[in-house]
T-cell receptor
Framework: GAVVSQHPSRVICKSGTSVKIECRSL??????MFWYRQFPKQSLMLMAT?????????EQGVEKDKFLINHASLTLSTLTVTSAHPEDSSFYIC??????????????FGPGTRLTVL | GQQLNQSPQSMFIQEGEDVSMNCTSS?????WLWYKQDPGEGPVLLIA?????ELTSNGRLTAQFGITRKDSFLNISASIPSDVGIYFC????????????FGQGTTLQVKP
């Protein structure tokens, strides 16, 4: 199997607070995890690539100080949205690839986290 | 960068009908993946294609990796109401960045 979980599934927070989202690979080890953002009726937009034990690589236009990513183990990556504002409200989805080392590994996605910032 | 053009954007069909959607690119892709996303959920992998010309089935779903490596199609036979959702093609381009490139999605609605 290749099951990826995310927690929480939904979160509502006040503007200015920070929110942490967890992404776990449940039945496999994931060398690489990815964080995506999806707006309504749009495709997935890659935010950053996270490798276990090293700093995340952020896509152009994504603020690394605002979206903190930590990939502390082969089964867990976290995304922290710092000082959240209403425009950060979105659907955040993580994915993970198995530790085969290939750059074309299949990505398995988590169920997503709906963030609403009031 | 490399892009994928997915069509059609949306489809509204009668239960029992067959469905076909495709993705094309102006550049070569090494891997094609087809995902389905239900509302409020993450994408679920349907079919993965790794070789040019590869034809793979998963139940009522069939997908092919185009021989030119610039396109892929997904067919759904005898559609049922639970086929409703958004279907995304995705692929790894020849630039080998390790980043998955997504199509814009095809929204499928099935009328019982």
């Amino acid at each position: 199997g290749a099951v990826v979980s995310q927690h929480p599934s939904r979160v509502i927070c006040k503007s200015g607070t920070s929110v942490k989202i967890e992404c776990r690979s449940l039945d496999f080890q994931a060398t690489t995890m990815f964080w995506y953002r999806q707006f309504p009726k749009q495709s997935l937009m890659l935010m950053a690539t996270s490798n276990e034990g090293s700093k995340a690589t952020y896509e152009q236009g994504v603020e690394k100080d605002k979206f903190l990513i930590n990939h502390a183990s082969l089964t867990l990556s976290t995304l922290t949205v710092t000082s959240a504002h209403p425009e950060d409200s979105s659907f955040y989805i993580c994915s993970a690839t198995k530790t085969s080392g290939s750059l074309t590994d299949t990505q398995y996605f988590g169920p997503g986290t709906r963030l609403t910032v009031l | 960068g490399q892009q994928l053009n997915q069509s059609p954007q949306s489809m509204f069909i009668q239960e029992g009908e067959d469905v076909s959607m495709n993705c094309t690119s102006s550049s070569i892709f090494n891997t094609w993946l087809w995902y389905k996303q239900d509302p409020g959920e993450g994408p679920v992998l349907l079919i993965a294609l790794y070789k040019a010309g590869e034809l793979t089935s998963n139940g009522r779903l069939t997908a092919q990796f185009g021989i030119t490596r610039k396109d892929s199609f997904l067919n759904i036979s005898a559609s049922i109401p639970s086929d409703v959702g958004i279907y995304f093609c995705a692929g790894y381009g020849s630039s080998n960045t390790g980043k998955l490139i997504f199509g814009q999605g095809t929204t499928l609605q099935v009328k019982p």
